[in-house]
């Protein structure tokens, strides 16, 4: 009875494994570049990340979209050259451009803030939390935030 049991659960992980059941792996590693600009005073000022997302999966994944607004944030451009949707094979990254208007400084996010990815697969798009592989302590997005909030005072 339990060599039957064993026998199921190793097939159901296999085709977990094998047919993309489980979620997709992605991380995003430190913000690679950060850069602030005002336009005008009637508009909010802008702040700029370049992130890579890293694909930490066994599977190539096709990538639909990546980011997201918050409180006091509002995502205004996602730049990828040469555009979504791509294929991002295992082991492999993409830089991506983020660029928000940060409209409200009190709330704009002060906990980690997560890099949402949608991702293409056999079953409909699904989208994941790319984990923060950075190391660094505290949100990745409070440096830019504060530089960009402190520069408009």
Request: aromatic share 6%.
């Amino acid at each position: 009875m339990w060599g039957i049991g064993l026998v199921l659960v190793a097939v159901a992980c296999v085709g977990l494994w094998q047919f993309g059941l489980a979620g997709p792996s992605l991380s995003h590693g430190p913000v690679l570049s950060v850069s602030g600009a005002y336009l005008d005073d009637d508009r909010p000022p802008t702040m700029t990340i370049d992130v890579e997302i890293h694909n930490e999966g066994s599977r190539a994944e096709t990538v639909e979209a990546v980011g997201r607004s918050a409180p006091g944030m509002h995502l205004e451009k996602v730049g990828f050259e040469p555009g979504f949707p791509t294929k991002l094979a295992p082991g492999k990254r993409l830089l991506v451009e983020l660029r928000y208007a940060i409209t409200d400084c009190a709330l704009a996010a002060r906990e980690a803030l997560a890099v949402p990815v949608r991702v293409r697969r056999w079953m409909g798009a699904v989208t994941v939390d790319a984990r923060d592989d950075s190391h660094e302590s505290g949100a990745w997005q409070n440096h830019p935030i504060s530089t960009t909030c402190d520069e408009q005072l």
